[in-house]
């Protein structure tokens, strides 16, 4: 079980961006960060590959490629370690008590309606609709790189093609990325989000052939950028959370549970809240335990904002409504069903070490560094000969070169 730091997280990420673009925030920047900002880059990136967490990175990468080469080190997640709220940390520069987008699907009181938060789809219902946008009305925040262009420089996105049409493949956000570190009047900050990686960890399994082979591209992608661009660019590069695989509980076997629910529950099936009915809570809760205490740890309402869960500062004018009684908060290898389907195979929202842990990568431009295997080995030979040389000095050249080779001056 791993709580979150947010002081080393992708929250001081982007305050350690927005501290380098002289933009104000109140929390703690990331002093690694820090220190190879202070190299005065002309253009910074910070690339948010889904799902690639720390746990995920050592498993698909080898020491020789790229990705696991650049590490720094591993960092924190926040919570829930989900693309929702993490994402929205990365772009915003703010946790997710203050930006109210904490889970997957999420209750609207405005609504009546549980709606999936970047879809404005009903989550339970076939076919409904939020009627308002969600991201850029409902629910709408500043977003890091606007923060950075508002305070002159330049300042950008890159999504996959759901934003950014261009971007049908990581090699083209790569190209895009190369395009604009090679533009002379673009000096700022990019930011550039991949996220099949991550969907194919939900479809296939975070081991799975699919999963290998695409990161296996994506490594293929940076070795390639690395090679072309030049030493006024940085690259960062980090994840929303890690993944894994899973085994679901299906809650709709636990009927003595579910007779309590005053609603559905909503986030994430490995960050589950509950809405209770207000005579049943001590009930509930004895029977989550009961059932599910070796895979989940439940926090009340109360418990989650005591312990800053979601992080500190400004919060969000409906984050109590949106946490609800009870939040379940997976520590094991089970996630929680309540709809109808296949659920997928892997999944996040945990607090795991696998899923709250990520890595801080820095790429920038590739230094042939002298092969050290190699100048050892002309090392040897260059001693060899001067033995050599010294021996003719000394003692003359012998006539049989046989007799040379069976003196040994050098030990």
Not at 34 to 40: H, I, P
Not at 52 to 61: A, M
Not at 360 to 389: C, H, M, W
């Amino acid at each position: 079980m791993k709580l979150p730091n947010y002081d080393d997280s992708i929250l001081s990420i982007s305050s350690s961006i927005l501290k380098h673009y002289n933009v104000p925030t109140e929390y703690k920047s990331m002093a690694d960060v820090d220190k190879e900002l202070k190299k005065k880059y002309k253009n910074v990136f910070l690339v948010l590959i889904d799902g690639l967490g720390h746990y995920n990175l050592t498993s698909l990468y080898d020491g020789n490629d790229l990705l696991r080469r650049c590490e720094k080190r591993p960092i924190s997640s926040v919570y829930p370690s989900t693309t929702v709220a993490a994402t929205t940390v990365a772009c915003s520069g703010l946790p997710p008590i203050t930006t109210g987008w904490v889970g997957w699907h999420q209750y609207f009181s405005e609504f009546d309606e549980d709606y999936i938060m970047f879809l404005d789809f009903t989550y339970y219902k076939k076919g409904g609709k939020c009627p308002r946008n969600i991201e850029f009305d409902v629910m709408d925040y500043e977003r890091l790189w606007t923060k950075v262009a508002n305070n002159g420089y330049h300042g950008d996105f890159i999504y996959p093609p759901f934003r950014t049409p261009r971007a049908k493949t990581f090699k083209d956000q790569c190209d895009m990325m190369l395009e604009i570190a090679n533009d002379d009047s673009k000096n700022g900050f990019t930011y550039v989000y991949w996220d099949k990686l991550d969907s194919l960890m939900h479809e296939f399994g975070v081991l799975s052939d699919e999963v290998k082979n695409h990161a296996k591209e994506i490594n293929q992608n940076l070795e390639e950028l690395q090679k072309q661009i030049s030493d006024d660019t940085l690259i960062i590069v980090t994840a929303d959370h890690g993944h894994v695989d899973m085994e679901y509980i299906d809650l709709g076997e636990y009927p003595d549970i579910t007779e309590l629910f005053d609603k559905a529950p909503t986030l994430e099936a490995r960050a589950m809240n509950f809405y209770i009915k207000d005579d049943q809570k001590e009930k509930f809760k004895e029977l989550f335990n009961k059932y599910f205490s070796e895979y989940f740890v439940l926090y009340s309402h109360e418990e989650i904002f005591d312990m800053h869960l979601l992080g500190e500062g400004k919060e969000y004018p409906l984050i109590h409504e949106i946490i609800g009684d009870f939040l379940a908060c997976a520590i094991g290898p089970k996630a929680f069903k309540y709809i109808a389907g296949g659920p997928p195979k892997g999944n996040h929202a945990g607090m795991t070490d696998e899923e709250m842990t990520t890595p801080l990568i820095f790429i920038k431009k590739e230094v042939n560094k002298p092969d050290t295997k190699k100048l050892l080995e002309q090392s040897r030979n260059k001693n060899k000969l001067s033995a050599g040389k010294n021996f003719n000095k000394i003692v003359g050249k012998p006539k049989d070169k046989s007799a040379f080779r069976r003196v040994n001056f050098n030990g």
